[in-house]
């Protein structure tokens, strides 16, 4: 079954309107806007290819944002959110667009290192801080920052807690390190528990970790009780679950 984010994102945000009528508003023939709410081509059977051009007319049209749909995509994460949507951040950010359209855009790809990262399904507590664990391959990551990535690695998403911007099944890119700044998605283990993906909120007495998705309750820990948790690595990145 194909893992289509994008195509289903698409389809909620076409609402009430046919699919000839969002399509010609949205300046694309007909059957491509079919072809990307299904993830494949009914012709040929073979999954479809989205263009930057073809989903910032499908964001135009619908109203809606173009980082959600390019997120969605998976051409970045949500570091273009922060920089309120400047097309120059992403061809300057994103490895995925850089990759795929660099001669395109005439970005000279010897600015970025492509490193194979291993792919683990869980992180626990263990021996020097954390242990990996679940061991699903490797895959690789082009980077915009030189010299990083040598001790980085891949953990697979499960839940729905940071839901829109990270999706279940989704990898995240961590960096190991034991503290990050106030604000920034890490891996955390509490209490001994599996590692998860929370936000990272510093106040004065302790942390606060919290869920992009408004139906998780925040997690506070103050005082003596924060020493039962332990940051284990800034998530850095994101490749959808479509590897």
Known sequence: MINNLLGEYVRKKRGDKSLREFAKICKLSHTHLDSIEKGYDPRTGKP??????????????????????????????????????????????????????????????????????????????????????????????????????ENYFMLRIKGDSMYPRFFPGDFVIVKPQNDVDSGDPAIVIIDGEEGTLMRVKKVANGMIFCSDNSLYPDREFFDEKAASVKIIGKVVDLKPGRL
């Open 48 to 149: 479809v290819s989205h263009t930057i051009e073809a989903l910032k007319k499908i964001a135009t049209g619908s109203g809606e944002s173009f980082g959600d749909f390019l997120i969605a995509a998976g051409f970045i994460d949500n570091g273009f959110i922060q920089h309120n949507g400047d097309i120059n951040y992403v061809l300057q950010n994103s490895p995925k667009i850089v990759a795929e359209n660099a001669t395109n855009y005439g970005i000279p790809m010897d600015n970025y290192n492509t490193y194979t990262l291993p792919i683990y399904g869980k992180v626990t507590a263990g021996p020097g801080g954390f242990a990996l664990n679940e061991f699903l391959g490797t895959e690789q990551w082009i980077t915009t920052k030189n010299g990083d990535g």
